[in-house]
């Protein structure tokens, strides 16, 4: 078997604050195939942002990666200086942000901000950046490129920023696309529109896409592969199909039964009680379990990572049957 | 379906409630600068209140001037005394370090007390404007607009040569430069405030406007004003100084530090520095200390910094 | 845009007629010049003739209005003192203080920026927060203080610099400058950096608040991940966000720079208008101080309009008069 596109293993990043370190990623492993869509699930504060950060070595101090591995098609790149991570990102491995309005610089034109992300990765002329530019535009679904180049970001709305953003990310074809909360600022019909663009694009190009969200119902019908975190760890992980009819986590039920559209109108929503614990008092203890109704003594001591079967696993040594 | 089983309590961890008092003072004392800015404050501000009392020499008291001691060097003893001038003489034969030590106090005072009027001003008229709004409100922001966007200098300069000389004046002219900062300050701060929901809250219970803004609005607007009002306190001793030096300023009989340096400045060239110079450093010393202070406030009061 | 610049245009044109109005009430309706110039043993008859002379007995509206029409035509009365028209004392005067209030500026923003760039990129390194306290000082020296020290240092104890008084000047566009020759340079490099000192500071401040908020932007995060080289995030993308504020503030304070070169001008007798304007206080010279703060205004006014205009060059979300800065 080929190795996979992004193979991420015991990924540890921390942040080291004056009020004591935050283990923001704590051991988090996941793959993705190229062409394949992996979906990373949880609450704020889970984690999920800063792996992909961590991915894309985007980490400020006072964060630091301190352990783990990330091969992007076999080469480390932790171990990588600042020039050859900057040669990947936006060539290789591109990202997408959640605020489309934050993102685009508001006082440069749209054709210099997608201009220069070809020319930073490829000698080429800018006309010939320019036309890559309006391919990647057509390709996300903007009909008349040229006079959407020559505007502002703040002549566009939200929908159509998050799709600039977009074509800028594949502008230079990566392999990999990180996309964290594009469109959870989006309305609902945007957002659809934008999903299945998503997905076609990945597929034809074959470009693996790791899309970070919250909103479980999305990647019901958007990924494959989903990865439910929890604290800063991946708590369950499987298939779509697997991990959504049959949940093993606790957590993950509790996520799954809380989607307003699965629960009859009239009856109270069901909660997780509780609050996502602070993510310095973290201890080796499964972080779940002062919610967790299926807790027992032996969640005090860390619970690993079980295999369940290829492609399934889950950290929880009281799990669901 | 609810994941709670029968009569469990959901466990919620308590965090530490830090009081605002100590988590600003620990902010604060984070700039060894900062800190050091305050301890030569209060230095100044002891020193200045005690000058009646410390002073060698009281210098406006002719009986106590000698005027065969004038012009001496920092360290050169009285002709009558024998006792060493510490920073020397100037030409009246007014032993420096007490001039500079009353002259302190002036500066001082004069500085704060017109930032305080301006502010008190600036409070009302910017409280007022944000509140009520209407015309009032453009009334006021025009004002404050078309004089903030001239120097305070120039402002100052022609209400000093139409009013005349005079502490009065002097503070007079002060205040008019300053209170806009105020004005403007606490007018953005309380628009932002009106906005949230504990505004609402507080309208819909329909209590006394008075009391709205007095406890609600107020402590709100505070954090930026006392930074500006700690900045504003230097720019005001600096002011005095530059309008007394320019010979505008205080009259003769109070000098502050500014006409003690205007007093010297015709013997720089012929090497007599010291008359010109100590007090210009007592000057300095006092505007950096406040402006140590003020600067570390402001970094710990923005909210835009905190991260 | 044309719309734009027209408003702002109209707008100045009133603060001008506005600031005129203050100028006179303040200076016309308070104060007796008669005192001064006629002979105080002089009868009432002779005091009367020359009030006529003058103007001063009409009402003051008149008086007003007789100013403004004269003001329009650029007639602002004769120097009470040297007796020719106020206008041209003024004029006379003001390349000075312009050469000296422009070199200032420059100095301030050439040495401003990039040590502000430095301070706000690397907040916590020695260089950063050297040049941070730097700036405090800077800021909080009084302008004449620091000029004091000046001449003590470089004229008294060093020798090096002239100590007062305006160098060689040559022609430029038919006005006289000093900068191009060396005794020029030499005269004026004390006050230039007296002038630019407080204003250098200033700039590092602002330069330093800006980077450092702009860092912490979205927008900087997303350009690093495009895999922007640093030199780029850093001169482009953050740079321009950083200038709209920051020659807002330059245009702004050069009109400060120009009120506060009467500070400078007087203390190395720099033959300005700021030295003209104490003298005028102090001998109750009306006539110039009224032309003076007209010149004045009239610059300050034209500087905003200027600033405006470039603003919205600058920043694109401006031009649309406020509907597209809602977006």
Redesign the interface.
């Known amino acids: 078997m080929t190795a996979p596109l992004l193979a991420v293993e015991g990924l540890r990043m921390h942040f080291f604050t004056k009020a004591g370190v935050v283990r923001a990623v704590d051991d988090v492993s996941f793959s993705v195939e190229r062409g394949q869509i992996v979906g990373l699930v949880g609450e704020s504060g889970s984690g999920k942002s800063m792996t992909g950060y961590s991915i894309l070595g985007l980490v400020d101090p006072p964060g630091r990666i301190v352990g783990g591995r990330i091969l992007l098609e076999g080469r480390d790149l932790a171990t990588l200086d600042a020039e050859s991570w900057r040669r990947l990102r936006g060539d290789r491995v591109a990202m997408i942000f959640q605020d489309p309005m934050m993102t685009l610089n508001p006082v440069l034109r749209i054709d210099t901000q997608m201009v220069e992300a070809v020319l930073a990765h490829h000698a080429v002329t800018r006309e010939s950046a320019l036309a890559r530019c309006r391919e990647a535009l057509v390709q996300v679904g903007i009909a008349s490129p040229d006079e959407r180049l020559q505007a502002y970001p703040h002549h566009f709305s939200g929908g159509m920023r998050q799709r600039v953003a977009i074509a800028i990310a594949i502008v230079n074809k990566p392999d990999l696309i990180i996309a964290d909360e594009p469109t959870t600022a989006l309305d609902v019909t945007i957002q659809g529109q934008i999903l299945f663009e998503m997905q076609k694009l990945c597929r034809e190009s074959r470009t693996g896409l790791v899309w970070i969200t919250h909103d479980l119902s999305v990647i019901a019908g958007l990924a494959d592969h989903v990865c439910v975190m929890y604290a800063g760890r991946i708590v369950e992980s499987g298939t779509v199909d697997e991990v959504l009819d049959r949940p093993r986590h606790p957590y993950t039920r509790g996520l799954i039964e809380s989607v307003p559209s699965r629960n009859p109108p009239g009856r109270p929503l069901p909660q997780l009680p509780g609050m996502t614990p602070s993510l310095l008092a973290l201890g080796a203890a499964c972080a779940f379990r002062e919610r967790c109704p299926r807790a027992v003594e032996a969640c005090a001591s860390a619970p690993v990572v079980q295999a369940l079967g290829p492609q399934r696993s889950l950290r929880c040594v009281n799990p669901l049957p | 379906?609810?994941?709670?089983?029968e009569g469990?309590e959901?466990?919620?961890?308590a965090?530490k409630v830090e009081s605002p008092w100590r988590r600003f003072t620990a902010d604060f004392a984070e700039s060894r600068?900062a800190l050091a800015g305050l301890g030569l404050l209060l230095a100044i501000l002891v020193v200045a209140v005690l000058a009646p009392v410390i002073s060698p020499q009281n210098p406006y008291d002719l009986a106590q001037l000698d005027v065969m001691d004038s012009k001496l060097a920092p360290g050169e003893p009285s002709s009558s005394t024998g006792r060493p001038y510490l920073l020397g003489t100037d030409d009246q034969g007014r032993d420096m370090l007490s001039g500079i030590l009353y002259g302190l106090r002036i500066s001082l005072s004069v500085g704060i007390a017109s930032t305080v009027l301006a502010l008190a001003i600036g409070l009302v008229l910017g409280l007022a404007a944000a509140y009520f709004g209407g015309w009032l409100d453009t009334v006021v922001m025009r004002l404050a607009d078309?004089q903030l966007?001239?120097?305070?200098?120039?402002i100052a300069?022609?209400l000093l040569?139409?009013?005349g000389q005079g502490v009065d004046k002097i503070i007079v002219a002060l205040v008019t430069v300053q209170w806009a900062y105020y004005a403007r300050t606490v007018r953005s701060a309380a628009l932002v405030e009106r906005q949230k929901e504990y505004m609402e809250a507080a309208r819909g219970l329909a209590l006394p406007r008075a009391r709205i803004v007095l406890r609600h609005l107020l402590p709100n607007c505070l954090p930026p004003l006392i930074v500006v009002a700690t900045v504003q306190v230097?720019h005001a001793i600096?002011l005095e100084?530059?309008l007394s030096?320019?010979?505008?300023g205080l009259p003769i009989t109070e000098p502050s530090l500014g006409l003690l340096?205007a007093n010297g400045?015709q013997y720089?060239?012929s090497?007599k520095?010291w008359i010109?110079?100590y007090p210009?450093l007592a000057?300095?010393l006092t505007?950096?200390a406040?402006?140590?202070v003020a600067?570390q406030l402001r970094d710990v009061l923005n909210p835009?910094?905190r991260? | 845009m044309l719309a734009f610049t027209l408003r702002r245009f109209g707008q100045s044109l009133l603060v001008l007629v506005l600031m005129s109005l203050l100028v006179f009430l303040g200076v016309y309706a308070i104060g007796n010049p008669i005192d001064l110039l006629v002979n105080p043993q002089a009868d009432d008859f002779e005091r009367a003739r020359a009030t006529a002379a003058l103007g001063l007995d009409q009402p003051l509206a008149k008086q007003y209005l007789t100013f403004l029409t004269h003001a329009a035509s650029g007639d602002l009365g004769r120097s009470f003192v040297y007796n020719i028209p106020a206008i041209d004392l003024i004029l006379q005067r003001l390349p000075a203080t312009m050469e000296l209030a422009l070199v200032a500026t420059f100095l301030a923003v050439a040495l401003g920026i990039p040590l502000g760039l430095v301070a706000g990129l690397k907040p916590h390194s020695f260089i950063g927060r050297g040049i941070m306290a730097g700036s405090i000082l800077g800021f909080s020296l009084p302008t004449f203080w620091v000029g004091l020290v000046l001449i003590m240092v470089f004229s008294v104890q060093l020798g090096w610099l002239p100590p007062n008084g305006r160098g060689e000047t040559t022609l430029l566009f038919g006005v006289p400058v000093s900068f191009l020759t060396r005794d020029g340079l030499a005269h004026l490099a004390m006050p230039a950096v007296n002038l630019a000192l407080f204003k250098l500071s200033l700039m590092i401040r602002l330069t330093r608040a800006g980077t450092r908020e702009a860092m912490l932007q979205d927008y900087v995060k997303f350009a690093r991940a495009k895999g922007l080289s640093s030199r780029r995030v850093i001169g482009v993308h953050v740079l321009k966000n950083i200038l709209v504020p920051i020659v807002t503030v330059i245009g702004l304070e050069l009109g400060s720079v120009i009120a506060f070169a009467i500070v400078t001008e007087s203390i190395f007798a720099w033959p300005g208008t700021g030295k003209l304007l104490i003298d005028s206080i102090n001998q109750l010279d009306r006539p110039v101080i009224v032309a003076y703060l007209m010149v004045i205004v009239a610059i300050f006014v034209a500087i905003n309009f200027v600033v405006d205009v470039l603003y919205s060059l600058l920043d694109p979300r401006v031009r649309l008069g406020g509907a597209a800065a809602h977006a």
Do not use: Q
């Open positions: 379906m609810s994941s709670l089983a469990e959901p466990v919620v961890a965090e600068l078309i966007s001239f120097p305070a200098i120039l300069l022609i040569a139409v009013l230097a600096a100084a530059t030096f320019l010979g505008l340096i400045f720089l060239l090497g520095y010109s110079f210009g000057l300095l505007i950096v406040i402006n140590l600067d835009r910094l991260r």
